[in-house]
Structures are given as structure tokens and as C-alpha cells.
Nanobody, 117 residues
Framework: QVQLVESGGGLVQAGGSLRLSCAAS????????MGWYRQAPGKQRELVAA???????NYADAVKGRFTISRDNAKNTVYLQMNSLKPEDTAVYYC???????????WGQGAQVTVSS
């Protein structure tokens, strides 16, 4: 059973930085897209950033210019560098690996990010 293991969450003051990592416990063949989602209390889970196998990235408007997603295909790992953090970035962050064939999604266990004002 493959698991995605997240690390790097925590408490930081507004304006600070954090780096999230997400690694697969076993090798996963042909991952298409790796992404980060977040869910704040009382809100729906939303896409934060995604990166394709070819390196194309996509960001939510709220994080553009502040967050950077990257991946290491050899290590089946995705990263999210978060700079200039704001209190509204406070949420549980989940990583996602999407495999196109056969279609399957893997999810991390969630990492709490708390930004104090």
C-alpha cells in the first residue's frame, strides 16, 4: 500500500516562510500531476498549486508570486515553498498524486500550517 508522507508544516508569523514536502512510501509509476490542496476550517478543500510531469505549473490566484511548487520525479516527491505567508493561508495542506492510467489519486495525511498575525 503506497502512502504519501507529508512534512514541514507548523506555526509561523505573518511574512514568514515554510516548506512542505510530500514523498511516496513506494515508487509510483507514471504520476501525471502532483499538487497541493488546502482546507481551512468551515471551507471546502481548494487547489493551491499543481505541477505536471512536464513541469508546467498552475497556482491559485491567492498564492501566485508567493508560493512555488516543484517536484523530484526520481524521488516521487513534491515540494511547496511558501513565502510571505498570511493569516489567511492557515489551513491543513494535503498533497495529491494523480495517475492517469489506471486512474488513481493518492493523498497525503495533511499538514497543519498556521500563520499568526
Amino acid at each position: 500500500q503506497v502512502q504519501l508522507v507529508e512534512s514541514g508544516g507548523g506555526l509561523v508569523q505573518a511574512g514568514g516562510s515554510l516548506r512542505l514536502s510530500c514523498a511516496a512510501s513506494k515508487s509510483i509509476f507514471s504520476i501525471n500531476t502532483m499538487g497541493w490542496y488546502r482546507q481551512a476550517p468551515g471551507k471546502q478543500r481548494e487547489l493551491v498549486a499543481a505541477i505536471t510531469s512536464g513541469g508546467t505549473t498552475n497556482y491559485a490566484d491567492a498564492v501566485k508570486g508567493r508560493f512555488t511548487i516543484s517536484r523530484d520525479n526520481a524521488k516521487n516527491t513534491v515540494y511547496l515553498q511558501m513565502n510571505s505567508l498570511k493569516p489567511e493561508d492557515t489551513a491543513v495542506y494535503y498533497c495529491n498524486f494523480h495517475v492517469a492510467f489506471p486512474t488513481r489519486d493518492y493523498w497525503g495525511q495533511g499538514a497543519q500550517v498556521t500563520v499568526s498575525s
